[in-house]
Nanobody, 124 residues
Framework: QVQLVESGGGLVQVGGSLRLSCAVS????????MGWVRQAPGKEREFVAS????????YLAGSVKGRFTISRDNTKNTMYLQMNSLKPEDTAVYYC?????????????????WGQGTQVTVSS
């Protein structure tokens, strides 16, 4: 069973930075398209970023473009989300997800494996 474990969340002030990590085990990480989804209290889930299995294609939601960067290291079975210039509206639980089917996408229905989430809180 593929396992995904997020880390790196925490409390940060407005304008600060955090780097989230997602470690994947019991699977062939280098074959998975990966993504980050967040959910803020009382709001719908938002697909924030995705990256293809090779790292050659990346996609970012408009709300984070220019501030967040998604990357991966297939030698470490780990994906990252570098978050800069954080805003209070970035406060959410961030989940990583893996997909072993289809092209890289920002549609949740294609992602079969999910982590437990890590809390990011941006204080003003």
């Amino acid at each position: 069973q593929v396992q995904l474990v997020e880390s790196g969340g925490g409390l940060v002030q407005v304008g600060g930075s955090l780097r989230l990590s997602c470690a994947v085990s019991d699977g062939i990480f280098s074959t998975y398209n990966m993504g980050w989804v967040r959910q803020a209290p009382g709001k719908e889930r938002e697909f924030v970023a995705s990256i293809s299995w090779s790292g050659g294609s990346t996609y970012l939601a408009g709300s984070v473009k220019g501030r967040f960067t998604i990357s991966r290291d297939n030698t470490k079975n780990t994906m990252y989300l570098q978050m800069n210039s954080l805003k209070p509206e970035d406060t959410a639980v961030y989940y990583c997800a893996a997909s072993d089917r289809g092209p890289v996408t920002m549609q949740e229905r294609f992602y079969d494996y999910w982590g437990q989430g890590t809390q990011v809180t941006v204080s003003s």
